[in-house]
């Protein structure tokens, strides 16, 4: 993500300066680089203060040293509450409850023997409260035989949603109050690793449940007050509701297609949010498919990209390897996005993307 906002930035003649907390993170050789813990009080203020803005691409961050910089006169965007309140699945739920924002049915828990004590509540879904990202602090909990499942530390137990899709809209608010969305993307997820395998755009959806998906991103990101990029995480069911799922207030997995296949891109429409610039043009220009690229799961080790010359003799297949040296079972190594004015084309080209393109080492 930070890599591909810097590559936005350069067309603004913006100076970057990244902390990250592993010496050899894809932004390393691009920008002036620090490597330093991005949870530490002391290092994450010591960065700050020789930045004038500060964003962030993953919301595990020290938000009382972002705290302390908005205090010494720093731009901090998001702002520092509101990653404070996404680091937390359980505020983010509190959140939507306040708001009625809808949301699927939810309680708190506070470890194993509490979800062990909500039989009833299943078929369920059960959350890490802190620290889970693609799909590692989710677990269905169908029956009380999977009750052994349940994570042993604050969370949720979530009512399991038979949804009919899974859409996204990100939407961005600059510091005027200029609100603009992207058009919702659906995505497709691998059955048992819980990860985005593809994302499509434009969704198959009927305006009615759009205009609606859309509406609520916007309420969302007015109610939050937030200035910058939040995605949003929404379930359409068979009924045709919508339910939110997660937030992020960042670029996002489900917005890497719109580098291609929108006037603007999601990195530059952060760029343009955070320093206060006029919103850019969200609009499709074509249909986009978007592949993440992910370390196959027999290999761990310096990671090598097998079927690349195969896939970019296709016509509209862009690549986006992010630098990462060493893949490891499923790892993000990249992606690739499919752009088709023929949707029974942009489909055929993706399947064929993901079976072709492997990461190995
Ligand atoms: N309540 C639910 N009902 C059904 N499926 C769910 C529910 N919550 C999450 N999931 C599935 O698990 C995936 C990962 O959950 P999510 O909360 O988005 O975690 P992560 O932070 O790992 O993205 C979702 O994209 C969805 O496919
Ligand atoms: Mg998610």
Redesign the pocket.
């Known amino acids: 993500m930070g890599r591909m906002l810097i590559q936005s930035g350069i067309d603004f003649n913006i100076p970057f300066a990244v902390l990250d907390p592993d010496a050899h993170a894809p932004c390393s050789t691009l920008t002036e680089f620090s490597q330093g813990k991005l949870t530490d009080y002391d290092t994450v203020l010591k960065f700050g203060s020789s930045c004038d803005i500060i964003t962030i691409e993953i919301e595990s961050v020290n938000t009382e040293a972002l705290k302390e910089l908005v205090r010494q006169g720093k731009k901090v965007y998001p702002q520092p509450e509101i990653i404070e309140l996404i680091q937390d699945?359980r505020t983010q739920k509190m959140f939507y409850q306040e708001h009625h924002i809808p949301t699927?049915e939810?309680l708190l828990v506070e470890g194993a023997s509490d979800v062990k004590s909500k039989e009833s509540f299943l078929p369920?879904?059960n959350?890490l409260g802190r620290e889970?990202?693609?799909?590692?602090?989710?677990q269905?909990i169908q029956t009380p035989a999977d009750l052994h499942k349940a994570f042993d530390a604050p969370g949720l137990l979530?009512?399991?949603?038979?949804?009919e899709k899974?859409i996204a809209v990100i939407v961005a608010r600059n510091e005027q109050g200029e609100v603009k969305s992207f058009p919702a993307v659906e995505?497709v997820?691998h059955p048992v690793q819980?990860?985005?395998e593809y994302l499509f755009a434009p969704t198959e959806l009927s305006l009615k449940i759009l205009k609606e998906a859309d509406a609520v991103a916007k309420n969302i990101i007015q109610k939050l007050n937030m200035i910058g990029l939040l995605a949003v995480?929404m379930?359409v069911t068979k009924a045709g509701e919508i339910?939110v799922?997660?937030i992020a207030p960042r670029p996002h997995n489900s917005g890497h297609q719109t580098i291609e296949a929108n006037v603007t891109s999601q990195y530059e429409q952060h760029l343009r949010a955070i320093l206060d610039l006029p919103l850019g043009d969200t609009s499709l220009t074509t249909p986009s498919a978007m592949v993440n690229l992910l370390g196959e799961p027999a290999f761990e080790g310096l990671a090598k990209y097998q079927g690349m010359e195969e896939i970019l003799k296709l016509s509209g297949v862009h690549i986006h390897l992010y630098g990462k040296r060493f893949t490891k079972p499923f790892r993000k190594m990249g992606h690739v996005t499919i752009v088709d004015s023929d949707v029974k084309s942009l489909k055929k080209k993706a399947n064929f993307v993901k079976q072709t393109l492997k990461v190995i080492a």
């Open positions: 699945k699927a939810f369920a879904v959350k889970g990202y693609d799909g590692r602090g989710v269905i979530e009512k399991l949603i038979p949804f899974e995505m997820f819980n990860l985005v995480e379930f339910l799922n997660e």
